[in-house]
Nanobody
Framework: QVQLVESGGGLVQPGGSLRLTCAAS????????MGWYRQALGKERELVAT???????YYADSVRGRFAISRDNAKNTVALQMNSLKPEDTAVYYC????????????????WGQGTQVTVSS
């Protein structure tokens, strides 16, 4: 059993900052890519940023230069530092990880957190 638990969402004014964190726990042998997605009301879920185990990063055009993703491989955590927030960043943010749970099983599985609300409003 693997769980991803997010924290750090909330209400912030435009131009402000928030830091989201996500911790993976349970039966984990290895984590490949970790990332953040978001889903605004009435819209489809979209990719925000990803980071590989080798710490290569990818950002959506809409957040590049404002957001920074990082991970701690020893603690199985991923963080998203969000700066210069805009009202259009308002969404539920989901943590995602591609995890191999056992050395005996070569399969990789996709796991999601429960989501944390980020609201950018004055």
């Amino acid at each position: 059993q693997v769980q991803l638990v997010e924290s750090g969402g909330g209400l912030v004014q435009p131009g402000g900052s928030l830091r989201l964190t996500c911790a993976a726990s349970g039966s984990i042998f290895s984590i490949r890519t970790m990332g953040w997605y978001r889903q605004a009301l009435g819209k489809e879920r979209e990719l925000v940023a990803t980071i590989t185990a080798g710490v290569s990063t990818y950002y959506a055009d809409s957040v590049r230069g404002r957001f920074a993703i990082s991970r701690d491989n020893a603690k199985n955590t991923v963080a998203l530092q969000m700066n210069s927030l805009k009202p259009e960043d308002t969404a539920v943010y989901y943590c995602n990880a591609i995890i191999r749970y056992s050395s005996d099983d070569p399969r990789w599985s996709d796991y999601w957190g429960q989501g944390t609300q980020v609201t950018v409003s004055s």
